[in-house]
């Protein structure tokens, strides 16, 4: 198969090209240098020694050797690294246990005229990809591919998605123009590893330098010079990399379209919309397990679990069900996005989804398609499933061994918990980003308004106009600031130049000044509302439960600083200090301790505290609440009641907000029952 790539492709291909000439030539030049200081520190080192042989001119000779030899072997490190992926998480398939996939992924490669991958593995997760052992010589010789396949994404495709999913993998190595592409990367690879990935270059050094003094010294200018040639290779870095990133957006349009050659349009679409939905099932999945590990309960198959999920959230937005699966909108993915900011993300590696689905519908390439579950591609799938499963928990330390949940049970469980964590679908996520306005007052002559209109589309889009006008405000400021460096970027429908950009503020914040004055009139609408209520009872409890959250709201700030203030007084543990110093930090830490343990006792204290925090985590907190903990002895630091400050730090924030959350939802609770009485009233 041949497609003709693009003229942005093209142009995209030569500007990465002529990075990499340009690296290359900066490259040699630096590795000149590096060769004619080498000769010079070691001639001058040797030269030295011989001139007057003694203890002293041996050790500075020897250290001027060192010197050339590590400068020298800073500039090649990169030859010697060979790039091995961890395979620990993947399980290895062959054709005779899975002879319908591998009639699949033939037909794909012929379609393709690409090669066979050398291996194909199972993962875990909700994708797809392609990997290879590589190192710099793989600029030049042939090195064969391997693919990974995710039990989470053939769990939750067609055959016809996984086969345009597995297609477009394939696509990027279907032409030889996609070969610059292998190319920057490698370079790209160069880079990274001479700037970034220097930890046993510098160990070696460290080592050579505690042998001696003298040494030391040495240690010192080479670090000095191998320093000032990476800050050269970081403005590379830079230069290569973007071009590389832009080139990498072409590539998977491109990618897409061998896909949509091979599949069609259609099938790569849907399997795009629904993967995020997929993913995310995924993930809640097993974050319900993370909070189990305490009460030893496992899964033996989390993509029964996965589909359950994601049902489960498909019907809780009113997803249509299209061959078996739901079937995500394009209107849909992007609901809540309302930025009228659009910039080129010049390091993304991958376009938006958006883009791509808009290149595909105009390819509007028809094929006839497989809309069976891709699972039925495999011998027994439920077995694949419950092997992986078992493998990924195989890794979870529980403490009295473990028990699976039953489907049922989980789905039970997972619904519950997740009815605990949100806020009712009725109030059409208006307050999943914003809080009540607190600000709001009793007002008899307010609007007669019905709780839909209160609630309505038009309303909710208010709320996330705001977030994203907020949102824009921001970055356009980052770019009047030049913390955000582009030449030109889109607002609105028109074209900005970054000096253009202050122009923008005044406008947007006159849109931000309209729309909050439309949200705080909704707020209040939304407040008389429930107080016009004729349940007498149940007004009193919404004005009380509306008050309590006020309330805490106006503490909240002071509570975070807690935080904030022993986070900073014990940021000193993570660097170098003078053990007289450390000493007098921690009788410093001594008074905002106190403010911690007697911020933290009212929630340990709260009849809610074991629906936050499991078991151990209650009992470790209380241990560190009851005593008072020495953490630096015999000039040393005393990790385990280290440990139990920092899980006091870290924990103290999220019980705040825990409380905060369950106080809201309690308010909109309320809210709902009283909306609820109303209707039943009125039918009465």
């Known amino acids: 198969m041949y497609i003709q790539v693009s003229e942005d492709f093209k142009k995209k291909s030569k500007s990465a090209i002529l990075a990499i000439t340009i690296f290359v030539i900066v490259y040699v030049l630096l590795f000149l240098f590096t060769v004619l200081l080498t000769a010079a520190c070691i001639g001058g080192g040797i030269m030295l020694i011989i001139a007057k042989p003694m203890f002293l001119t041996l050790m500075l000779g020897a250290g001027a050797i060192g010197t050339g030899v590590f400068i020298f072997f800073f500039i090649i490190k990169f030859l010697f690294k060979k790039h091995i992926n961890d395979r620990s998480h993947l399980t290895e398939i062959n054709r005779t246990q899975e002879p319908e996939l591998f009639k699949m ?43 990974t396949i995710g039990v989470g994404l053939i769990n939750t495709s067609t055959k016809q998605e996984l086969k345009a999913v597995l297609s477009h993998e394939f696509g990027h190595f279907s032409q ?15 880079i990274f590893n001479l700037v970034n990935d220097d930890e046993s270059y510098r160990n070696s050094i460290e080592s050579w330098a505690s042998m001696s003094g003298y040494f030391s010294i040495f240690a010192s200018i ?16 830079s230069f290569v990399n973007i071009r590389h990133m832009a080139l990498s957006r072409e590539m998977e349009f491109h990618a897409d379209e061998v896909a949509a050659h091979i599949a069609g349009s259609a099938a790569l679409e849907e399997s795009l919309l629904r993967i995020e939905l997929a993913s995310n099932s995924y993930n809640h999945v097993l974050n319900f ?3 189990k590990i305490s009460k030893n309960q496992s899964s033996r198959n989390i993509y029964k679990e996965q589909s359950v999920v994601m049902n489960f959230f498909a019907h809780l937005n009113d997803l249509e069900l299209k061959h078996g699966f739901p079937n995500v909108k394009l209107s849909e993915s992007g609901l809540f996005n309302k930025s009228k900011l659009v910039i080129e993300n010049q390091w993304a590696s991958h376009p938006s989804h958006e883009e791509r689905i808009a290149k595909l519908r ?24 419950e092997k992986l499963t078992a493998k990924l928990f195989s890794k979870v330390k529980y403490q009295n ?81 030049k913390e955000l460096v582009l030449k030109t970027f889109d607002y609105d429908g028109n074209k900005y130049t970054s000096k253009e950009a202050k122009k923008l503020i005044p406008e947007i914040e006159n849109s931000i000044k309209e729309i909050k004055i439309l949200i705080q009139q909704n707020d209040s609408d939304i407040y008389n509302y429930f107080i016009s209520n004729e349940n007498d009872d149940k007004k009193k409890e919404f004005v009380q439960a509306y008050q309590l959250l ?27 200090t003078a053990f007289d110093q450390i000493r007098q930090n921690f009788k410093n830490l001594k008074p905002l301790e106190e403010k911690l343990k007697n911020a933290i006792r009212p929630y340990l204290e709260s009849s809610t505290i074991a629906l936050d925090l499991d078991e151990q985590d209650i009992k470790d907190l209380n241990y560190y609440l009851d005593n008072e903990l020495v953490y630096f002895n015999n000039d040393q630091y005393m990790e385990s009641h280290l440990q139990l400050l920092m899980k006091a730090m870290n924990t103290y924030p999220y019980l705040i907000s825990r409380k905060y959350f369950r106080m809201k939802k309690t308010l909109l609770d309320i809210m709902k029952d009283l909306k609820t009485a109303s209707a039943m009233e009125k039918v009465n």
């Open 105 to 147: 992924i033939d037909e794909i490669v012929k379609e393709t005229e690409t090669d066979f991958p050398k291996k194909i593995y199972l993962s875990y997760d909700v994708n797809a990809s392609v990997f290879y052992d590589s190192s710099f010589w793989s600029m030049f010789l042939p090195i064969k591919k391997n693919l």
């Open 176 to 190: 030889r123009s996609m070969k610059v592409g292998s190319y920057v990367y490698n370079v790209n690879k160069i």
């Open 222 to 237: 080479s670090l000095f010079i191998t320093q000032k040639i990476q800050w050269v290779l970081t403005k590379m870095y």
């Open 289 to 291: 397990y993370e909070t």
């Open 362 to 385: 105009n390819l509007n390439i028809q094929k006839e398609a497989d809309h069976e579950p891709a699972k039925e591609l495999f011998k027994d799938f439920d077995q694949i499933e």
């Open 401 to 481: 061994g473990k028990t699976d949940l039953e489907l049922h049970v989980f789905k039970t469980e997972f619904e519950e918990q997740y009815e605990k964590d949100s806020f009712d679908k009725v109030f059409n996520s208006y307050y999943d980003n914003k809080n009540p306005d607190f600000t709001v007052q009793e007002n008899p002559a307010a609007k007669d308004l019905s709780f839909d209109e209160l609630f309505s589309k038009e309303k909710v889009e208010l709320v996330y106009t705001m977030i994203a006008l907020e949102n824009d405000k921001k970055t356009i400021e980052a770019i009047i600031n």
């Open 550 to 576: 006020a309330d805490y709201d106006l503490q909240y700030d002071e509570k975070s600083n807690i935080y904030m203030e022993i986070a900073a007084a014990t940021a000193f543990m993570n660097a170098k």
